[in-house]
């Protein structure tokens, strides 16, 4: 968390924000070990800058300085506020973008699991999947790399390099919407069920955004958009966190799969 959807959500909602080609005139950086390269070159090579354009490739968000790249990966507590330069810098706030017009990106997480990346080019992403929003984002080929993987599909759906931008809620959710265990070998997977599969992640991804994002709590730790407005749609889940089935009303088992937690329902999903 933030999964796909989220990162989703703050970047459209920055694209809206008005800061496309203003002028970045300081760089705040209160903890370096976030950053891959020193705190003096990453302000100097930002400083005086101008963003461009602001991408995602499945749960990493991308800030195009023209002659180079800011990537972003949120991990589990990362999150953008948009501020006022006059805003205070509270407690886990890391790094600030500050533009001409007096506006400040800030950079939140409370875990600090989060990194920051001043690349040259976007060949770090290479490695990753399809991101399911993109136009390769295809059954065929998502049917033809199941079934050359022997891993269980919850595991699978997890790995970024299978597919882009999934995390532990959604594959919950697309995996209760094609009937599906999420221990079930991705081997065994039949055409049909790969194809339910596959339709259910496009339409849980959809819904999700439309929702803005899922905020599983209250507290400034959980996600929300940046102007801290928490998303809607734990208010649509319907097993991750869920303690009765909605379809047959049976108790939400959870299991540890890969060491995260899965919740799903034993009777409709086989």
Same mark, same amino acid.
Request: with cysteine; charged share 30%.
């Given at each position: 968390?933030?999964?796909?959807?989220?990162?989703?959500?703050?970047?459209?909602?920055?694209?809206?924000?008005?800061?496309?080609?203003?002028?970045?005139?300081?760089?705040?950086?209160?903890?370096?070990?976030?950053?891959?390269?020193?705190?003096?070159?990453?302000?100097?090579?930002?400083?005086?800058?101008?963003?461009?354009?602001?991408?995602?490739?499945?749960?990493?968000?991308?800030?195009?300085?023209?002659?180079?790249?800011?990537?972003?990966?949120?991990?589990?507590?990362?999150?953008?506020?948009?501020?006022?330069?006059?805003?205070?810098?509270?407690?886990?706030?890391?790094?600030?973008?500050?533009?001409?017009?007096?506006?400040?990106?800030?950079?939140?997480?409370?875990?600090?699991?989060?990194?920051?990346?001043? +690349?040259?080019?976007?060949? /770090? $992403?290479? *490695?990753?999947? !399809?991101?399911?929003? %993109?136009?390769?984002?295809? #059954?065929?080929?998502?049917?033809?790399?199941?079934?050359?993987?022997?891993?269980?599909?919850?595991?699978?759906?997890?790995?970024?390099?299978?597919?882009?931008?999934?995390?532990?809620?959604?594959?919950?959710?697309?995996?209760?919407?094609?009937?599906?265990?999420?221990?079930?070998?991705?081997?065994?997977?039949?055409?049909?069920?790969?194809?339910?599969?596959?339709?259910?992640?496009?339409?849980?991804?959809?819904?999700?955004? +439309?929702?803005?994002?899922? /905020? $599983?709590? *209250?507290?400034? !730790?959980?996600?929300? %958009?940046?102007?801290?407005? #928490?998303?809607?749609?734990?208010?649509?889940?319907?097993?991750?966190?869920?303690?009765?089935?909605?379809?047959?009303?049976?108790?939400?088992?959870?299991?540890?799969?890969?060491?995260?937690?899965?919740?799903?329902?034993?009777?409709?999903?086989?």
């Amino acid at each position: 968390m933030p999964e796909i959807a989220e990162v989703e959500t703050i970047k459209n909602d920055l694209l809206e924000a008005k800061i496309l080609s203003q002028k970045i005139v300081d760089v705040k950086i209160f903890n370096p070990s976030l950053i891959n390269i020193s705190k003096k070159d990453f302000s100097q090579r930002i400083k005086n800058s101008r963003i461009i354009n602001i991408k995602r490739v499945g749960k990493y968000l991308i800030f195009d300085l023209k002659d180079k790249y800011l990537i972003i990966h949120l991990r589990m507590t990362g999150h953008i506020f948009l501020k006022n330069q006059n805003h205070i810098f509270q407690k886990h706030e890391h790094f600030a973008l500050v533009f001409a017009n007096k506006k400040m990106l800030v950079y939140f997480d409370p875990r600090r699991f989060g990194k920051l990346y001043l +690349k040259e080019d976007l060949s /770090s $992403l290479d *490695k990753l999947g !399809s991101d399911i929003l %993109s136009k390769s984002f295809i #059954f065929e080929s998502f049917y033809e790399k199941l079934k050359l993987k022997k891993k269980n599909i919850k595991t699978l759906l997890l790995d970024q390099n299978f597919i882009a931008g999934l995390g532990n809620i959604y594959v919950d959710e697309a995996l209760f919407l094609a009937k599906m265990h999420p221990e079930k070998i991705s081997q065994n997977i039949t055409k049909k069920n790969a194809k339910d599969l596959f339709l259910s992640i496009k339409k849980v991804i959809s819904k999700a955004i +439309k929702n803005r994002g899922t /905020s $599983l709590g *209250k507290s400034r !730790s959980n996600f929300s %958009s940046i102007n801290e407005d #928490f998303g809607r749609h734990q208010n649509h889940l319907l097993v991750h966190t869920k303690k009765t089935c909605p379809i047959c009303l049976s108790i939400i088992k959870k299991i540890k799969v890969n060491q995260r937690t899965s919740h799903f329902c034993e009777k409709c999903q086989k």
